[in-house]
């Protein structure tokens, strides 16, 4: 079968199987049995776990007689492709044997899922070719998900996947799983090849999940983000960890610059960071509202456990210095996560620029997560101009005492607005956690 891409377009949008069930129609009448493939996988979909033995059996039947000949007329075997609905849903494929074939697929199936394996034995040469051939033909409308596969080249690398998130023919978001940002003709090709996409110019959001361990430098993902250019529509930027292992490690990027970041996206209003080198320098943006920080350290060493440096010198926290004269004023939400003190040697005048920041007008929600000067942290709270605006002020996992709580209750009126204060009993004598109780809206 041939479609137009006007019915690859449909197809990739048929979520109630109209469109599928009248071409089974069509091709039923002409003796096609595609079209009764279409009809059985359609009902089966719609049973569920409940379909009847006798669908199961039309299904494998048809495919015992017919899929190997389906799939020859796409340059592919038996096992390369899943079918579902009627039509070739997910295929998985060797690049060697890929090349070629990509174009013809696409423009043939509304293939949903694409999975390249790469190994020792030549495929990774093809790989780069393949990535040509990719985007010179585009990527299908009903494309969601796209893989490099390594699991059989190397135990710890695990895949490159770009998952696309689409609204019919629309794409509204990627998300970019992410081995090594400086390997080439991998992961950040990916994301070039989507977001050059034409049904691209309208995303909204972009998110990319780091799999690799220790530092990781983003300055190749920024120059990528930077060659594909600004993107007015985008809405929402998060970058994080991910560990599909289960596994968790030290682990920390270096971004070399959040003011170019932030100037290739004029309409962000969401920007979430996992722990970060950030330098010092001016940073500023018209439109966001929430940013959430992880650390946000600057230091030669990277985050470390302390246990480990015992009475030695230790990594010291600098990265809050980019707030003191931030210009960010419509921000509403900030977040920062201080990781404890195990990673960083936080001290009491890391907060300061923070807290004296001028170009926060539109601040309602603070939070301070895991701050291990939770007593000094209260002291600078109730002097800083941001107080009196605070609807939100959330202290989870601050180490507090008596002495913290005490400053609080003396200084009540410094914040009129508020109506979440978020703390735990931790570290407080009973008598003065009922006090704070009273005395403020707790969350714990």
Known sequence: ?????????????????????????????????????????CALARSGTQAPSRLREEEAALLAAHEASWLSELGLLPGDAVFKRGFVDRVTLDTRRARGVYARLVRREPVRSLSLLVDFTGSEESLPRLLEEIREAGLPASLEQLIIDRKNYWEVILDD???????????????????????????????????????????????????????????????????????????????????????????????????????????????????AELPAEHVAHPELR??????????????????????????????????RDARLPRLQRLHIDFQYAWYIAWTP????????????????????????????????????????????????GATLSDEGALVLLRHRERFPRLQRLGCGPWGLSEALWTELRSQYPVDT
């Open 349 to 396: 005048e890391d907060l300061v620029p923070l807290l004296e920041a001028e170009g926060l007008p539109a601040l309602r929600q603070l939070e301070l997560h895991n701050c291990a000067s939770g007593d000094a942290l209260c002291r600078e709270l109730v002097r800083t101009k941001h107080a009196s605006r605070l609807e939100v002020l959330d202290l989870t």
């Open 1 to 41: 079968m041939t479609f137009s891409p006007d019915d690859l377009v449909a197809l990739a949008s048929d979520e109630t199987d109209t469109v599928r069930l009248r071409l089974a129609r069509t091709l039923l009448q002409q003796g096609d049995p595609r079209g009764a493939l279409i009809e059985v996988q």
């Open 290 to 323: 929430e940013l959430s920080l992880h650390w946000s350290g600057l230091t030669p060493c990277g985050p470390s456990d302390l246990s480990q440096w015992k009475p030695a010198p230790v990594p010291k926290g600098g990265g809050l210095q980019l707030l």
């Open 161 to 275: 996947e770009l998952q696309l998130q689409r609204q019919g023919a629309r794409m509204l978001g990627l998300a970019l799983d992410l081995q090594d940002a400086a390997r080439p003709h991998a992961g950040l090709e990916l994301l070039d090849l989507a977001l050059r996409d034409s049904e691209a110019a309208r995303l909204e959001t972009l998110e990319v999940n780091l799999l690799a361990r220790g530092e990781s430098s983003l300055e190749t993902l920024l120059q990528t983000l930077e060659r594909v250019g600004p993107r007015p529509s985008l809405r929402d930027w998060r970058l994080s960890f991910s560990s599909p292992s289960g596994k968790e490690w030290i682990r920390w990027v270096q971004l070399g610059s959040l003011a170019r970041l932030l100037s290739l996206y004029p309409k962000l209003q969401t920007l979430v960071l996992p722990m």
